[in-house]
């Protein structure tokens, strides 16, 4: 029910495709490796919102390897999702 009404107005439902911190409850390294895990059109679920876990820093370990390898980061209200 809470996708339709989300649907009626207006507002588009996606799901993640990586656990990326387990509710902040991951390690930095921890966070990191989910993060190496990443596929193209993957979506990481994070909670950047607690400072005492470690998503931060496994997501600051995480980000340069992948653009290394040629990944790109985008804003999901900018795609075209389907």
């Known amino acids: 029910m809470a996708v339709q009404i989300a649907k009626d107005l207006g507002i588009q439902i996606v799901n993640y495709t990586i656990l990326g911190d387990a509710?902040?409850?991951f390690t930095s390294g921890?966070?990191?490796?989910?993060?190496?895990?990443a596929k193209p059109g993957d979506i990481a679920l994070l909670?950047?919102?607690?400072?005492?876990?470690?998503?931060?820093?496994?997501v600051?370990?995480?980000v340069p390897i992948?653009?290394?390898k040629g990944f790109t980061f985008v804003q999901l209200h900018n795609q075209n999702l389907q």
């Open 23 to 25: 509710g902040a409850t």
């Open 30 to 37: 921890q966070v990191k490796n989910a993060l190496m895990t």
């Open 47 to 58: 909670h950047m919102n607690q400072p005492k876990s470690g998503t931060s820093e496994g």
């Open 60 to 62: 600051k370990q995480a």
């Open 66 to 68: 992948l653009k290394e």
